[in-house]
């Protein structure tokens, strides 16, 4: 199974990116390929952009990456409430290729924070709209307080609740 993942952060050191990272390693000989949103940034979508640029290659390239995968695992960092700009910015440029931009893949969607809420309002966003841009969500967790349940130095999550949570999540994949 060829996993893509990434975490919908342009942060250079995400904690939702350990978190998608360590996600796919639980996926048993699975051929995992880890994206970073910053390798297709784009200027900030617009109609009038649109128009003056086309497609943006970086756009092609992303929905290419979807279209390869046998599955997904996005991790969602949470901004205000809601989606990073970085990534509503690729997002918005991919959809405009194929509004069905995560082409029936099935998917795990994560997020996680410092705080204790873990992102919830972004996952829920995000576990809401995605059948509608043909993204087969298969489960969805959400990891609070990220720096006491994670051990970012040995990469692994350090709570045995969460940890079963995340596997039971993997495993519908």
């Given at each position: 199974m060829k996993v893509?993942?990434?975490?919908?952060?342009?942060?250079?050191?995400s904690i939702n990116k350990q978190l998608a990272n360590y996600a796919a390693s639980l996926?048993?000989?699975?051929?995992?390929?880890?994206?970073?949103?910053?390798d297709y940034e784009m200027p900030l979508f617009s109609e009038d952009k649109e128009r003056e640029?086309?497609?943006?290659?970086?756009?092609?390239?992303?929905?290419?990456k979807l279209g390869q995968?046998?599955?997904?695992?996005?991790?969602?960092?949470?901004?205000?409430?809601?989606?990073?700009?970085?990534y509503?910015?690729?997002?918005?440029?991919?959809?405009?290729?194929?509004?069905?931009?995560?082409?029936?893949?099935?998917?795990?969607?994560?997020?996680?924070?410092?705080?204790p809420g873990g992102a919830s309002s972004v996952l829920a966003a995000a576990k809401g709209s995605a059948p509608y841009f043909a993204g087969n969500v298969k489960?969805?967790?959400s990891i609070p307080s990220f720096y006491d349940n994670f051990d970012s130095e040995q990469q692994v999550?350090?709570?045995?609740?969460?940890i079963s949570q995340l596997k039971e999540a993997i495993a519908q994949l």
């Open positions: 893509l993942t990434f975490a919908a952060s342009s942060s250079s050191k996926i048993d000989g699975a051929d995992i390929e880890t994206l970073d949103i910053n640029l086309g497609q943006p290659e970086q756009a092609k390239q992303f929905f290419a995968a046998d599955a997904i695992i996005i991790s969602f960092a949470e901004h205000n409430g809601s989606y990073t700009a970085a509503k910015n690729l997002f918005d440029w991919t959809s405009r290729i194929d509004q069905k931009l995560f082409q029936n893949k099935p998917m795990v969607l994560l997020a996680t924070s410092p705080g489960a969805s967790l999550l350090r709570n045995e609740e969460l």
